[in-house]
């Protein structure tokens, strides 16, 4: 399975981006998607999530009520929609995926498949 994410880039403080993360596979639609974020220097954590029934999502609490996760299981790829950035919020961005994967996995799980990872830089 591979996983392409695209969208990043720089914005000013305030903005908004909105990442995609299209996936190679027939079956997205039975895969759980997460993002994480990685900063200079620091290990990757945890952004959201979403189920394979599209049912259920899951923040990150610095993000809740900025960022929103949603999914096209027609064009296999799931989303995540970035606003009111702030400056520390920059990074890499890593789309993620696991076979009817339970929402509440923690970074340091196993995802069976990462996509390479995209810049994603806040101007103050």
């Known amino acids: 399975v591979q996983l392409v994410e695209s969208g990043g880039g720089l914005v000013q403080a305030g903005g908004s981006l909105r990442l995609a993360c299209s996936v190679s596979?027939?079956?997205?639609?039975?895969?759980?998607m997460y993002w994480f974020r990685q900063a200079p220097g620091k290990d990757r954590e945890f952004v959201s999530a979403?189920?394979?029934?599209?049912?259920?999502?899951r923040y990150a609490d610095p993000v809740k009520g900025r960022f929103t996760i949603s999914r096209d299981n027609a064009k296999n790829t799931v989303y995540v929609q970035l606003c009111r950035l702030r400056p520390e919020t920059r990074g890499m961005f890593y789309c993620?995926?696991?076979?009817?994967?339970?929402?509440?996995?923690?970074?340091?799980?196993?995802?069976?498949?990462w996509g390479r990872g995209m810049q994603v830089t806040v101007s103050t």
């Open positions: 993620a995926a696991v076979a009817c994967g339970h929402i509440w996995r923690s970074a340091g799980d196993y995802y069976e498949s």
């Open positions: 596979d027939h079956s997205f639609s039975t895969y759980t």
């Open positions: 979403i189920s394979y029934s599209d049912t259920n999502t």
